[in-house]
């Protein structure tokens, strides 16, 4: 469990949580690589597993013990909430550019902003509504755009529904990780979530599970990577800040999702894209407005 008393500055929180929205937005484009070699299901078996095959010496190697129910409990519902949430999301991802299925899934952080609030006991401020709100106006003014412009294929309307699904699920994991990283370190975060999430999956492999080529491998592996990373890091900066003031950052998404979108899967970058993106940029600017030190109790 952390402990230990210890002072930093109030910007290292933020930073670590946009790194590794960052990382996981690397993790999306070569997952929906791989979702559309192998499925969606599959990918994030295989994910998992290698996930697993990371994790686990790791957190054996920086003193591992086994966690106390309380964690236990939390780490078995978010890897349950993970399993269906990021299967749902990259299944969506078949079907829809990559920024616009990110920009969809941003209804979870206004969702999640008032389960802070029920769950966690945090009070709501002004400004991390406003910064909130203005990140969803970038993303209206995206999607309206691509709304206006493009009619949609019924294979893309099951994408749409599953990604809209997702970010139900993805409330509750934000409120979940915020407990997780308090009672448990990052490095048995990212453990057990890959361990729960393989054992949930794995329970239709013998059905559903599909043996990726060399090229979706090499997909799955660098996404497996990645997302180890960046729940270390997220798990880090969520320990260390409130969720209400952390949530607009998660906007900062839909700019790596467009960049990588056009890079790996040639989806054009248009005006609307980049005139929401500000907006969102603004909005995460003003979250990050705070100018006391945070103290907080830390294991690293």
Same mark, same amino acid.
């Given at each position: /469990? %952390?402990?230990?008393?210890?002072? &930093? &500055? &109030?910007?290292?929180? @933020?930073?670590?949580?946009?790194?590794?929205?960052?990382?996981?937005?690397? /993790?999306?484009?070569?997952?929906?690589?791989?979702?559309?070699?192998?499925?969606?299901?599959? !990918?994030?078996?295989?994910?998992?597993?290698?996930?697993?095959?990371? /994790?686990? %010496?790791?957190?054996?190697?920086?003193?591992?013990?086994?966690?106390?129910?309380?964690?236990?409990?939390? &780490? !078995?519902?978010?890897?349950?909430?993970?399993?269906?949430?990021?299967?749902?999301?990259?299944?969506?991802?078949?079907?829809?550019?990559?920024?616009?299925? /990110?920009?969809?899934? @941003?209804?979870?952080?206004?969702?999640?902003?008032?389960?802070?609030?029920?769950?966690?006991?945090?009070?709501?401020?002004?400004?991390?509504?406003?910064?909130?709100?203005?990140?969803?106006?970038?993303?209206?003014?995206?999607?309206?755009?691509?709304?206006?412009?493009?009619?949609?294929?019924?294979?893309?309307?099951?994408?749409?529904?599953?990604?809209?699904?997702?970010?139900?699920?993805?409330?509750?994991?934000?409120?979940?990780?915020?407990?997780?990283?308090?009672?448990?370190?990052?490095?048995?975060?990212?453990?057990?979530?890959?361990? @729960?999430?393989?054992? @949930?999956?794995?329970?239709?492999?013998?059905?559903?599970?599909?043996? %990726?080529?060399?090229?979706?491998?090499?997909?799955?592996?660098?996404?497996?990577?990645?997302?180890?990373?960046?729940?270390?890091?997220?798990?880090?900066?969520?320990?260390?800040?409130?969720?209400?003031?952390?949530? %607009?950052?998660?906007?900062?998404?839909?700019?790596?999702?467009?960049?990588?979108?056009?890079?790996?899967?040639?989806?054009?970058?248009?005006?609307?894209?980049?005139?929401?993106?500000?907006?969102?940029?603004?909005?995460?600017?003003?979250?990050?407005?705070?100018? !006391?030190?945070?103290?907080?109790?830390?294991?690293?």
């Amino acid at each position: /469990m %952390p402990s230990g008393e210890k002072s &930093h &500055h &109030h910007l290292m929180p @933020f930073l670590a949580v946009a790194a590794g929205i960052a990382s996981f937005s690397v /993790m999306d484009a070569l997952m929906k690589g791989a979702s559309l070699a192998v499925g969606a299901y599959s !990918a994030m078996l295989w994910r998992s597993l290698i996930g697993v095959a990371i /994790m686990l %010496p790791l957190w054996k190697l920086t003193g591992g013990v086994w966690p106390q129910r309380a964690a236990m409990r939390l &780490h !078995a519902l978010r890897g349950l909430n993970g399993a269906i949430m990021a299967t749902m999301f990259f299944y969506g991802l078949k079907f829809l550019p990559l920024a616009e299925g /990110m920009a969809i899934s @941003f209804i979870a952080p206004l969702i999640a902003l008032y389960l802070a609030a029920v769950l966690l006991g945090e009070t709501i401020e002004r400004r991390a509504i406003f910064a909130s709100l203005l990140g969803l106006a970038g993303v209206a003014v995206i999607t309206g755009a691509r709304l206006g412009g493009e009619g949609y294929s019924s294979q893309a309307a099951w994408g749409i529904a599953a990604i809209l699904g997702s970010a139900v699920l993805y409330a509750w994991n934000l409120i979940l990780q915020r407990q997780q990283a308090q009672l448990a370190a990052p490095v048995e975060v990212a453990t057990f979530q890959a361990l @729960f999430v393989t054992l @949930f999956l794995g329970l239709l492999a013998p059905w559903l599970a599909v043996l %990726p080529s060399m090229e979706a491998l090499g997909y799955v592996g660098g996404s497996a990577v990645l997302a180890a990373i960046s729940l270390m890091v997220i798990s880090w900066g969520y320990g260390r800040a409130e969720t209400q003031v952390l949530l %607009p950052l998660e906007y900062s998404a839909f700019i790596w999702a467009a960049l990588l979108g056009w890079l790996m899967f040639d989806e054009a970058l248009t005006l609307p894209t980049v005139a929401g993106a500000v907006l969102i940029v603004i909005g995460c600017w003003i979250a990050t407005r705070k100018q !006391a030190v945070h103290t907080e109790q830390t294991a690293l």
